[in-house]
Protein backbone atom coordinates (compact mmCIF):
# COMPACT_ATOMS: atom_id res chain seq x y z
CA UNK A 1 0.00 0.00 0.00
CA UNK A 2 1.12 3.30 -0.98
CA UNK A 3 -0.82 6.45 -0.12
CA UNK A 4 -0.28 10.21 -1.44
CA UNK A 5 -2.18 13.28 -2.78
CA UNK A 6 -3.63 13.03 -6.69
CA UNK A 7 -1.95 15.32 -9.11
CA UNK A 8 -5.11 16.50 -10.40
CA UNK A 9 -3.73 16.69 -13.51
CA UNK A 10 -5.50 15.58 -16.53
CA UNK A 11 -4.69 11.90 -18.42
CA UNK A 12 -5.47 8.51 -18.03
CA UNK A 13 -6.99 7.63 -14.63
CA UNK A 14 -4.77 4.55 -14.52
CA UNK A 15 -1.82 5.94 -14.39
CA UNK A 16 -0.29 6.50 -10.92
CA UNK A 17 -1.05 11.01 -10.88
CA UNK A 18 1.46 10.91 -8.11
CA UNK A 19 1.73 14.62 -6.96
CA UNK A 20 5.10 13.72 -5.18
CA UNK A 21 3.08 14.81 -1.56
CA UNK A 22 3.12 10.96 0.56
CA UNK A 23 0.13 10.69 2.79
CA UNK A 24 0.89 9.01 6.25
CA UNK A 25 -1.18 6.41 7.94
CA UNK A 26 -2.21 9.00 10.25
CA UNK A 27 -3.77 11.38 7.71
CA UNK A 28 -5.67 8.07 6.74
CA UNK A 29 -6.83 7.59 10.18
CA UNK A 30 -7.92 10.71 10.49
CA UNK A 31 -10.45 10.35 8.01
CA UNK A 32 -11.12 6.91 9.03
CA UNK A 33 -9.68 4.86 6.23
CA UNK A 34 -7.54 1.54 7.56
CA UNK A 35 -4.73 -0.53 5.82
CA UNK A 36 -3.30 -3.40 6.80
CA UNK A 37 -1.50 -6.09 4.53
CA UNK A 38 -2.18 -9.65 5.37
CA UNK A 39 -0.97 -12.03 2.73
CA UNK A 40 -3.12 -14.41 1.26
CA UNK A 41 -3.24 -18.11 2.63
CA UNK A 42 -1.51 -20.20 -0.16
CA UNK A 43 -4.87 -22.32 -0.74
CA UNK A 44 -6.86 -18.74 -1.33
CA UNK A 45 -8.81 -18.47 2.01
CA UNK A 46 -9.06 -16.30 3.90
CA UNK A 47 -9.59 -16.79 7.28
CA UNK A 48 -8.18 -13.93 9.14
CA UNK A 49 -10.27 -11.30 7.04
CA UNK A 50 -13.27 -13.22 7.47
CA UNK A 51 -12.94 -12.23 11.38
CA UNK A 52 -11.94 -9.17 11.11
CA UNK A 53 -14.95 -8.45 8.92
CA UNK A 54 -17.13 -10.04 11.43
CA UNK A 55 -15.92 -8.31 14.00
CA UNK A 56 -17.20 -4.86 12.56
CA UNK A 57 -20.56 -6.50 11.67
CA UNK A 58 -19.72 -7.73 8.27
CA UNK A 59 -21.69 -11.45 8.14
CA UNK A 60 -22.04 -11.53 4.16
CA UNK A 61 -18.93 -11.14 1.58
CA UNK A 62 -18.47 -12.03 -2.36
CA UNK A 63 -15.49 -11.95 -4.56
CA UNK A 64 -15.51 -10.42 -7.72
CA UNK A 65 -12.89 -10.02 -10.86
CA UNK A 66 -13.27 -6.18 -12.57
CA UNK A 67 -11.60 -7.72 -16.18
CA UNK A 68 -12.63 -6.49 -19.79
CA UNK A 69 -13.07 -10.47 -20.04
CA UNK A 70 -14.93 -11.05 -16.64
CA UNK A 71 -17.55 -8.10 -17.20
CA UNK A 72 -18.32 -7.87 -21.18
CA UNK A 73 -20.51 -5.52 -22.13
CA UNK A 74 -20.78 -3.85 -18.77
CA UNK A 75 -16.90 -3.24 -17.81
CA UNK A 76 -16.51 0.06 -19.48
CA UNK A 77 -19.78 1.11 -17.39
CA UNK A 78 -18.73 -0.29 -14.36
CA UNK A 79 -15.82 1.11 -14.27
CA UNK A 80 -17.08 4.63 -15.03
CA UNK A 81 -19.55 4.55 -12.08
CA UNK A 82 -16.57 2.96 -9.89
CA UNK A 83 -14.49 5.92 -10.84
CA UNK A 84 -17.44 8.95 -10.47
CA UNK A 85 -17.06 10.16 -6.87
CA UNK A 86 -19.51 8.69 -4.51
CA UNK A 87 -20.70 7.48 -1.27
CA UNK A 88 -21.96 4.41 0.37
CA UNK A 89 -24.52 4.16 3.74
CA UNK A 90 -22.60 1.93 4.97
CA UNK A 91 -18.68 0.97 5.43
CA UNK A 92 -16.56 -0.05 1.88
CA UNK A 93 -14.24 -3.22 2.99
CA UNK A 94 -12.18 -4.76 0.52
CA UNK A 95 -10.07 -7.16 0.59
CA UNK A 96 -7.69 -7.88 -2.50
CA UNK A 97 -6.58 -11.08 -3.52
CA UNK A 98 -5.18 -10.66 -7.40
CA UNK A 99 -3.93 -7.87 -9.36
CA UNK A 100 -3.81 -4.07 -8.65
CA UNK A 101 -5.60 -0.72 -8.46
CA UNK A 102 -6.16 2.65 -7.20
CA UNK A 103 -8.67 3.53 -4.95
CA UNK A 104 -8.98 7.29 -4.12
CA UNK A 105 -10.54 8.92 -0.85
CA UNK A 106 -11.50 12.47 -0.05
CA UNK A 107 -9.41 13.97 2.27
CA UNK A 108 -12.18 16.71 3.88
CA UNK A 109 -9.82 18.92 5.84
CA UNK A 110 -8.22 19.81 2.48
CA UNK A 111 -10.60 18.79 -0.09
CA UNK A 112 -7.85 17.17 -2.17
CA UNK A 113 -8.07 13.39 -2.83
CA UNK A 114 -5.83 10.92 -1.01
CA UNK A 115 -4.72 8.03 -4.10
CA UNK A 116 -4.30 4.55 -2.43
CA UNK A 117 -2.41 1.92 -4.41
CA UNK A 118 -3.79 -1.11 -3.47
CA UNK A 119 -2.43 -4.51 -4.15
CA UNK A 120 -2.80 -8.39 -3.14
CA UNK A 121 -3.25 -8.83 0.38
CA UNK A 122 -4.09 -5.31 1.45
CA UNK A 123 -7.22 -4.97 3.81
CA UNK A 124 -8.87 -1.82 3.39
CA UNK A 125 -11.57 -0.03 5.33
CA UNK A 126 -13.08 2.86 4.60
CA UNK A 127 -15.78 4.51 6.88
CA UNK A 128 -19.95 4.95 5.57
CA UNK A 129 -20.30 8.76 4.22
CA UNK A 130 -16.55 9.58 3.13
CA UNK A 131 -16.61 10.16 -0.64
CA UNK A 132 -14.02 7.74 -2.58
CA UNK A 133 -14.06 6.38 -6.35
CA UNK A 134 -11.95 3.61 -7.36
CA UNK A 135 -10.08 2.40 -10.71
CA UNK A 136 -7.62 0.03 -12.28
CA UNK A 137 -4.16 0.33 -12.89
CA UNK A 138 -2.58 -0.17 -15.89
CA UNK A 139 -2.78 -4.03 -15.22
CA UNK A 140 -6.61 -3.74 -15.54
CA UNK A 141 -7.03 -6.91 -13.42
CA UNK A 142 -8.51 -7.38 -10.01
CA UNK A 143 -10.10 -9.91 -7.59
CA UNK A 144 -11.36 -8.59 -4.55
CA UNK A 145 -13.48 -9.88 -1.68
CA UNK A 146 -16.03 -7.47 -0.75
CA UNK A 147 -17.86 -7.77 2.56
CA UNK A 148 -21.14 -6.43 3.61
CA UNK A 149 -23.50 -6.04 6.55
CA UNK A 150 -26.43 -7.95 5.02
CA UNK A 151 -27.11 -8.56 1.80
CA UNK A 152 -23.90 -8.30 -0.99
CA UNK A 153 -25.44 -4.89 -2.52
CA UNK A 154 -23.24 -2.18 -4.03
CA UNK A 155 -25.03 1.52 -3.31
CA UNK A 156 -23.41 4.38 -4.60
CA UNK A 157 -24.55 7.97 -4.17
CA UNK A 158 -22.56 10.39 -6.68
CA UNK A 159 -21.39 13.15 -4.93
CA UNK A 160 -23.43 16.37 -5.19
CA UNK A 161 -25.46 18.79 -3.08
CA UNK A 162 -27.92 15.99 -2.15
CA UNK A 163 -25.54 13.48 -1.38
CA UNK A 164 -23.30 16.43 0.73
CA UNK A 165 -27.13 16.37 2.98
CA UNK A 166 -26.92 12.67 3.33
CA UNK A 167 -27.73 11.91 7.28
CA UNK A 168 -24.16 9.23 6.81
CA UNK A 169 -22.31 11.97 4.97
CA UNK A 170 -23.91 14.42 7.63
CA UNK A 171 -22.92 11.88 10.55
CA UNK A 172 -19.07 10.89 9.20
CA UNK A 173 -18.13 14.48 9.08
CA UNK A 174 -19.75 15.11 12.92
CA UNK A 175 -17.31 11.59 13.62
CA UNK A 176 -13.88 12.90 12.10
CA UNK A 177 -14.22 16.77 12.79
CA UNK A 178 -14.62 15.54 16.71
CA UNK A 179 -11.74 12.90 16.32
Same mark, same amino acid.
Request: net charge negative; no cysteine.
Given at each position: ?12 ? $? ?18 ? !??? =? ?6 ? &? ?5 ? *??? /???? =? ?8 ? /? ?7 ? *? ?5 ? /??? +?????? $???? /????? !??? $? ?16 ? *????AGIYH ?7 ? *?? &????? !? ?7 ? +?? $???? &??? =? ?7 NNIIV =?
Open positions: MRAYYFDDLPGDP $RLPHDSGKPVEDSVLESIGV !FIW =NIPVHADG &TYPVILA *MGA /ERGS =NNHDVVTVTK /ESLGDQYDG *MLKSFYE /EHL +HEHEEV $RYIL /EGSGW !FDV $RDHATDSLVRIQLGVGDF *MIAPRFILDEKN *MI &TAVRM !FNDDPKWTP +HV $RGES &TDA =NPYRVEYL =N
